[in-house]
């Protein structure tokens, strides 16, 4: 068996197509599962502000929520999911988001958020550990967004023995690195 890591949209055509058996994706918001499929989530992800500390010590001061639009960003590629999720999670709390670069990239992501002088949103799970980088799960009264990871296959193919392990061992693989956002 073969797993891959695709897009929302991608991953449920490949798996009611049978070309995959399961997948592990994003879980889209307020998306009803179908019919045919089933979908276990493996993860809920909190994204966090990360930035050189400067930067991040302005934020999470009270009523930092203005600023916000002020900073530079370094955000995920255009039009994928993760920055359809940031996009969303900005228009939400009115945030007018300046990118000053953009990949999927998540150790990147901080690299350039630390030479460009910007602040990045990065999964907990890609968190680099350095000391030239801060990191908040809240700026003023915004917090930072979240995803939940999932694993998706047929509902036949749910019922099986492999599907189970599988699930456990992802989960298992999650909990190993649930600590990394928080320095535990």
Same mark, same amino acid.
């Given at each position: 068996m073969h797993l891959f890591e695709t897009a929302p949209y991608e991953e449920r055509r490949l798996v009611g197509e049978g070309v995959l058996e399961a997948a592990v994706s994003l879980q889209e918001t307020g998306e009803e599962p179908r019919d045919l499929l089933r979908v276990v989530p493996l993860r809920h992800d909190p994204f966090l502000f990360v930035g050189p500390p400067d930067l991040i010590s302005a934020?999470?001061?009270?009523?930092?929520?203005?600023p916000l639009s002020a900073m530079r960003w370094v955000l995920p590629r255009a039009g994928s999911d993760c920055d359809r999720l940031i996009a969303t999670h900005f228009a939400r709390h009115k945030i007018t988001a300046r990118p000053v670069g953009r990949t999927d990239d998540w150790v990147l992501a901080q690299e350039m958020a630390i030479a460009l002088n910007a602040l990045a949103f990065v999964p907990s799970s890609a968190l680099a550990t350095r000391s030239d980088l801060a990191r908040c799960l809240q700026a003023g009264e915004i917090p930072a967004p979240a995803r939940t990871v999932v694993l998706v296959a047929e509902a036949a /193919?749910?019922?099986?023995?492999?599907?189970?392990?599988?699930?456990?061992?992802?989960?298992?693989?999650?909990?190993?690195?649930?600590?990394? /956002?928080?320095?535990t």
């Open positions: 934020v999470t001061r009270p009523g930092a929520g203005q /193919a749910a019922a099986t023995r492999w599907f189970t392990v599988l699930q456990q061992r992802l989960q298992q693989a999650y909990t190993r690195t649930a600590g990394v /956002a928080y320095g």
